[in-house]
Nanobody, 121 residues
Framework: QVQLVESGGGLVQPGGSLRLSCAAS????????MGWYRQAPGKQRELVAV???????NYADSVKGRFTISRDNAKNAVWLQMNSLKPEDTAVYYC???????????????WGQGTQVTVSS
C-alpha cells in the first residue's frame, strides 16, 4: 500500500507565502506524475500544478507566476511553493500521485488526506 503524507498548510495573510510538502511511501518503483489539486467550499476539486518524473510542469492559469512545483524522484516527494497568496487561494490542497508503479507491475493513483490553506487578513 502507498501513502501520501502532506504538510505545510496553515493561515497566511494576503501577499504571504507557504510551502506545501508531500512524500509518498510504500512499495513504489516509480511515479509518473505528482501534483497538487485544491478544493474550495462549494466548488469542485481543481488542478493546481503537476510535474512529471522528467520535470515537465503544468500550472492552472490562476497560479502561474505565483506558484512553483518541484519534486525529488529519489525521495518520491513533491513540493509546492506558493507566493503572493490571495484570498481566492483558500482551499484544501491535496497531493496526488498518478502512475505509481509497484513491484507487481501495476500502476495506481493515490491521494493525500489534504491540508488546509487559508489566506485571510
Amino acid at each position: 500500500q502507498v501513502q501520501l503524507v502532506e504538510s505545510g498548510g496553515g493561515l497566511v495573510q494576503p501577499g504571504g507565502s507557504l510551502r506545501l510538502s508531500c512524500a509518498a511511501s510504500g512499495s513504489i518503483v516509480s511515479i509518473n506524475v505528482m501534483g497538487w489539486y485544491r478544493q474550495a467550499p462549494g466548488k469542485q476539486r481543481e488542478l493546481v500544478a503537476v510535474i512529471t518524473s522528467g520535470g515537465q510542469t503544468n500550472y492552472a492559469d490562476s497560479v502561474k507566476g505565483r506558484f512553483t512545483i518541484s519534486r525529488d524522484n529519489a525521495k518520491n516527494a513533491v513540493w509546492l511553493q506558493m507566493n503572493s497568496l490571495k484570498p481566492e487561494d483558500t482551499a484544501v490542497y491535496y497531493c496526488n500521485a498518478d502512475g505509481v508503479w509497484d513491484y507487481s507491475g501495476r500502476s495506481y493513483r493515490y491521494w493525500g488526506q489534504g491540508t488546509q490553506v487559508t489566506v485571510s487578513s
